[in-house]
């Protein structure tokens, strides 16, 4: 019988990943002088599970790797071993290096075994140094050793002993005992293999498998033996057996908690929801329509109904988008390590403050959220903050503050990067604007100097560093976001420090428009773009170089004609009786001229590209209360840069 | 679709080597295409205009929340009149996992053509270019056109497919 082993593969490959996220966090938190043995114990958990699967599936790179890591926090939770913060590092740097092979066996590339090595080497520096009292102690060791001996040697032999047995799914006293497997149904068969092939390591099982009671995992005495792992490997697979029914108990106990947890769906399912409900709703107002035409007794209860429909049907809307929505911890998480990191590097201190982790954000904007992120962050480190003499000079305490803030207003989502440090310098962007040959005047308003270095190539850095100073960033920063529907704004004092303010839709898969229409076409222009509309009066009209131009708020708007990018046949309207909307976005502003403002509607966004093709000016397509496809419209792309930079 | 798979498969059973074909008019001529890439037949509806598209293109339209592009062979090929009414038709395709409507004269009938019915196509006096062509078929009331719609519709001529996009965009 053989079972295909890739199912489960990808199971460990997205449990590793998540292992590897708990690790890191609680090693950034963990203090040195002090470790909470319960959050040891987690990390210690994390590596064991990694280990325990990895050598399941014979990826030797990674057994090698946390076996050794897991006896440094062995030690360290058994009091054998002071934490330092040297040793913290080495951890996580050690996670790092697994990250790295998970995604090479994941994608089937070739692995970095001198990466390996030297990692391996890096923590089994830590263990010599301090090698404890453990030496003294062999005896009781061998036994467990044998379990994970067994994992480092023969990995394939345990994979086809695991697809052998997998129809024998009786005993299971230790299935919980690797952990990796929680809530995939294969796992039972695959960790009993362990028990059939009598090699069965429980005695550390028992101290594995159930941390969550410390009483269990302390008084097992071999405990401290994982020091001597790599010393004798190969040791003989002995009295392991009769305490393997020890820990049945806690195990059942532990296994009952975790049912009321998640599951995990694919997210190609989710959006086939999320589709189908966008339907129903377009049904459901067309049927609404229908329901006022019906007179009568029956036409009430009709509409009664179709009112109760309604209601249920808004319900299953925000059910299902919600189930779309993760909490922005998700990218949040992955910047106290950068920042303790960077901070090290650019020999400054910093506190970095998270708030709002638990706000929910579109899963793929949150994808899309990291990379503006971790740069903006990473400006906020090496630009913002001052460095120590500076800030001591200053006045202000040595630790820098970085604040990270999530928060929901309204419809949208808000996230500000603050940092104490020592503000824009507006002369110097200035300068560097002039000479990068941007437009500019020394008049300008703050909030205008502050945009300035969202331009390519644009960077006020006196000197590149490795961390960032380049110039080639903010300009890439804005696109992102406003890729993703957002906008960023800069508000900065100088010596009190800047905050950048990231302002995102809730989900990218609805958005606010206004309908407007050309001829009988109608099309949505999406509200974020949309500064005001306005009907022209001809003194506002004026002519350069054979285009017309508008006036207004003080500026010159170049205008574009919608009846024209949209190729409509016939003779569009007489300016002066036409409506200008005045859009911007990104440096671009200008006004459309369309016929007619229709009203204000949400929408839900489809893809033409899906059976069709890329359409210049049109970002996607949406489908009306009547059933009819709408266009909408693309205001970056409307409008060539050429035809505006004219009036700019 | 229900009903076309299990008449396939009926029809399957009892002529052995042969294809299917869905056959319909441009002009004057009957043409075919093969059935597994029809996904359903439906009548013309108003469509959206899609800008910079050839005259061919007539818009898309809402199928049940995907937006389907709407092609006209009749424009495309010069065969016949192109009026819309009631009667227009629209045969919905499944082509590489894309959804694509093509408007024709009629449909009229499936046929079942067996390997060795199939002639070589002639290299001319048909409106399809020969490559999109798999070939001729012979029945009672005369010659059946059978058109490889995969390669049509995906073909840089119509151009509504990925492949062609970049071409397009960088001739725009």
């Not at chain 1, 699967?53 to 050794?68: C, R």
């Amino acid at each position: 019988m053989s079972v295909d082993m890739n199912q489960f593969h990808t199971v460990f490959f997205e449990e590793s990943t998540e292992h590897l996220q708990t690790m890191e966090e609680l090693l950034l938190n963990i203090s040195t002088d002090a470790p909470d043995p319960e959050d040891l114990n987690s990390i210690f958990r994390a590596a064991h599970s990694i280990k325990g699967g990895s050598g399941i599936f014979g990826f030797d790179a990674l057994t090698g790797l946390t076996h050794v890591m897991e006896t440094i926090l062995d030690k360290a939770r058994n009091n054998e071993l002071d934490l330092t913060t040297d040793i913290v590092d080495v951890l996580l740097a050690t996670t790092d290096t697994l990250g790295v092979i998970i995604q090479c066996y994941q994608d089937e590339s070739d692995i970095d075994w001198q990466q390996i090595e030297e990692g391996k080497a890096n923590l089994e520096a830590i263990l010599n140094e301090d090698t404890g009292g453990s030496d003294d102690t062999p005896a009781a060791t061998t036994e467990e050793e044998d379990g994970f001996g067994f994992f480092d040697d023969e990995p394939s032999e345990q994979v086809s002993a695991a697809s052998a047995n997998s129809a024998e799914t009786t005993e299971s006293s230790d299935d919980d005992s690797f952990g990796f497997f929680d809530d995939a149904p294969g796992s039972e068969e695959v960790t009993n293999t362990a028990t059939v092939e009598s090699k069965e390591a429980s005695t550390d099982d028992d101290g594995f498998g159930f941390f969550t009671e410390p009483t269990t995992a302390q008084a097992i005495p071999d405990d401290e033996a994982f020091g001597f792992f790599t010393d004798e490997p190969k040791a003989p697979p002995a009295k392991a057996k009769p305490v393997t029914k020890k820990p049945v108990k806690p195990a059942a106990k532990q296994s009952a908690a975790k049912d009321t947890g998640s599951i995990r769906v694919d997210t190609v399912k989710i959006d086939n929801v999320v589709n189908l409900v966008g339907e129903m709703v377009i049904t459901q107002s067309i049927l609404s329509m229908i329901g006022q035409e019906v007179d009568g007794n029956s036409g009430e209860k009709l509409n009664a109904t179709l009112e109760e429909l309604s209601r249920n049907i808004r319900e299953i809307q925000e059910a299902t988008m919600s189930m779309r929505m993760i909490h922005v911890s998700f990218v949040f998480n992955r910047f106290p390590r950068l920042v303790r990191d960077l901070a090290k590097t650019l020999n400054k201190k910093i506190d970095l403050v998270i708030e709002g982790g638990e706000t929910e954000v579109d899963k793929s904007m949150i994808e899309k959220l990291a990379d503006p992120l971790t740069h903006l962050v990473r400006n906020s480190l090496d630009h913002g903050i001052e460095p120590l003499e500076k800030r001591l000079a200053a006045g202000k305490p040595e630790v820098g503050t970085v604040i990270l803030k999530a928060e929901q207003r309204g419809g949208s989502i808000v996230i500000s990067i603050q940092d104490d440090g020592g503000g824009l310098n507006r002369d110097k962007i200035l300068e560097k604007a002039i000479s990068n040959g941007l437009d500019v005047d020394e008049s300008m308003p703050d909030e205008a100097v502050w945009q300035l270095i969202f331009a390519p190539g644009f960077s006020t850095a006196d000197a590149v560093t490795d961390v960032s100073g380049r110039g080639v960033g903010m300009d890439v920063v804005r696109k992102n976001i406003e890729a993703i529907q957002g906008s960023i704004e800069i508000s900065s004092t100088a010596g009190q420090g800047s905050t950048f303010t990231i302002k995102l839709p809730l989900t990218l898969a609805i958005i606010d428009g206004l309908c407007v229409s050309v001829a009988d076409e109608t099309y949505i222009i999406p509200l974020l773009n949309i500064i005001e509309s306005l009907q022209p009066t001809t003194e506002q009209i004026k002519t350069l170089a054979n285009d017309n131009v508008l006036w207004s708020r003080d500026a010159y708007w170049p205008l574009v004609s919608l009846h024209q990018q949209m190729c409509i046949p016939g003779k569009p309207k007489p300016l002066s009786e036409s409506i200008i909307v005045l859009v911007e976005v990104g440096k671009k502003r200008y006004g459309i001229i369309v016929d007619q403002l229709l009203g204000k509607q949400q929408v839900v966004i489809k893809s033409l590209e899906r059976h069709y093709r890329k359409v210049d000016g049109i970002s996607g397509a949406t489908i009306m209360g009547d059933g009819k496809v709408a266009m909408i419209i693309d205001v970056d792309n409307l409008a060539k840069t050429e035809q505006l930079s004219q009036v700019g | 679709m229900e009903s076309v798979s299990s008449q396939e498969k009926l029809l399957a059973a009892s002529v052995g080597e042969s294809k299917e074909y869905l056959t319909f008019m441009l002009g004057e001529e009957q043409y075919g295409l093969a059935i597994i890439q029809v996904k359903e037949i439906r009548g013309y509806e108003p469509v959206t205009k899609i800008a910079n598209a050839p005259d061919f293109i007539k818009g898309v339209i809402n199928l049940r929340g995907d937006i389907v592009p709407i092609v006209d062979l009749r424009v495309k090929f010069k065969v016949s009149e192109a009026t819309y009414n009631e009667f227009t038709i629209v045969i919905m395709l499944n082509v590489q996992d894309r959804i694509v409507g093509i408007v024709v004269d009629s449909v009229s009938d499936v046929i079942n053509v067996t390997e060795e019915e199939v002639h070589p196509p002639p290299e001319f006096g048909v409106a399809f270019d020969s490559r999109y062509l798999d070939g001729l078929a012979s029945v009672d009331d005369g010659l059946v056109i059978l058109v490889n719609i995969e390669r049509l519709i995906t073909s840089e001529e119509i151009g509504i497919f990925d492949s062609m996009n970049q071409q397009n965009e960088g001739s725009v």
